[in-house]
């Protein structure tokens, strides 16, 4: 495990209307990050088919923080293509890229912490599918962290429980804003997740661009994108214009930010 060092942490005052674009886009975050490197690590992208050239860059332009990997997007392939877009990925970021997927890895210790050595070996990070349906939570935790990958749980499952496992993320449906609050009322420091924003948008307010902004306004650390790479422009613009207009605060960006670079520093390469 790698030690961790102290990261500078630079709270940015809010936006506020004279500031402008300028003052804000100039502001540094933890670690020296930009605001548009800073939306880009709150944001977990995904995208369909093959790793292109204009993907690569406009993954390079937004440094999304988290690349999600699932079988509907067909773009893994073997164990070796998906070794090779991970590190494909990961070879334009200049910060930290977690690595996720959403396999399912049994129910009890020795089915997750097998499935998890499985998974990192070819270069993820967490599992996003949550510890819900464990036998033991505390136990599946602990084999998830034996394996080298961050835990996570949905809302539903037995936070406090959760909460004295140390699992790193918990997964909120975006659409149910008042339970982000319910795992900060309990204690929680880790990270608070959305559910992919694409599942449906009942309402044009559901839409991914504001859903995001949404969620991230009312306490969520990192939302998630998982199909379209042109909805994850749309979306890390919308918190852009959220952040300058002073609706979303960079203070609260900042926090999340760090609790991710935090993360970062412990299981990722």
């Not at 630079?10 to 804000?24: E, H």
């Not at 939570?137 to 602990?142: D, E, L, R």
């Not at 995001?212 to 790479?229: E, Y």
């Amino acid at each position: 495990m790698t030690p961790k060092p102290t990261l500078e942490f630079t709270t940015s005052p809010a936006a506020s209307p004279a500031a402008g674009r300028s003052n804000q886009d100039a502001l540094l975050g933890p670690a020296g990050m930009t605001l548009q490197q800073e939306i880009g690590a709150v944001m977990m992208v995904g995208f369909t088919g093959p790793l292109t050239p204009a993907i690569l860059e406009d993954w390079r332009q937004h440094q999304f923080g988290g690349l999600i990997v699932v079988p509907i997007n067909q773009n893994g392939g073997d164990d070796t293509a998906i070794r090779q877009l991970i590190q494909s990925v990961r070879g334009v970021m200049l910060h930290p890229l977690m690595a996720a997927t959403d396999h399912g890895g049994g129910t009890g210790q020795s089915e997750m912490a097998a499935s998890s050595r499985g998974l990192k070996a070819l270069g993820f990070d967490i599992n996003l599918l949550p510890v819900a349906d464990a036998q033991d939570v505390t136990a599946a935790v602990a084999g998830i962290h034996a394996a080298g990958m961050y835990a996570s749980a949905r809302d539903s499952t037995d936070l406090r429980a959760v909460i004295a496992a140390h699992a790193e993320f918990v997964v909120v449906g975006h659409l149910k804003v008042p339970s982000i609050a319910v795992p900060k009322d309990l204690g929680y420091q880790g990270v608070i997740i959305s559910d992919d924003l694409q599942m449906g948008a009942p309402s044009p307010q559901y839409l991914p661009p504001a859903a995001a902004v949404r969620f991230l306004k009312n306490g969520g650390d990192m939302v998630i994108v998982s199909h379209d790479i042109a909805v994850a422009d749309a979306t890390y613009a919308a918190v852009h214009a959220a952040v300058l207009n002073g609706s979303y605060p960079r203070a609260q960006l900042d926090a999340s930010v760090q609790k991710l670079l935090s993360l970062g520093l412990r299981y990722m390469p």
